[in-house]
């Protein structure tokens, strides 16, 4: 069983930035295993999950076209651990951000929430 522990959210100003990170422990591993796509998905209250950046097993990435140009999605395997930097923040970016495989298969952690506003 794999678990997955996000954070690093929190409340900012429109325009300011947060990092979050996601790390996954359990008998499966980035190392011990076929390195996962991975994914940072957000939640906004009502609505279901959405995936927001995606990583693959080679770096490359792929982006929300909201979040273009702002968000970057990154890993370190050595860590388990997958990040998400989040620049020039919104309002309509305050949700619940969740990391999973891409496609989601493991057991969701708790989320990190992130707030915008002034």
């Known amino acids: 069983q794999v678990q997955l522990v996000e954070s690093g959210g929190g409340l900012a100003q429109p325009g300011g930035s947060l990092r979050l990170s996601c790390v996954a422990s359990?008998?499966?591993?980035?190392?011990?295993?076929?390195?996962?796509?991975m994914g940072w998905y957000r939640q906004f209250p009502g609505k279901q999950r959405e995936l927001v950046a995606a990583i693959r097993s080679d770096r490359s990435t792929t982006y929300q076209d909201s979040v273009e140009g702002r968000f970057t999605i990154s890993r370190d395997n050595s860590k388990n651990t997958v990040y998400l930097q989040m620049h020039n923040l919104q309002p309509e970016d305050t949700a619940t951000y969740f990391c999973n495989k891409n496609p989601a298969a493991w057991p969701w952690g708790q989320g990190t929430q992130v707030t915008v506003s002034s």
């Open positions: 359990g008998r499966i591993t980035f190392i011990n295993y076929i390195v996962p796509n």
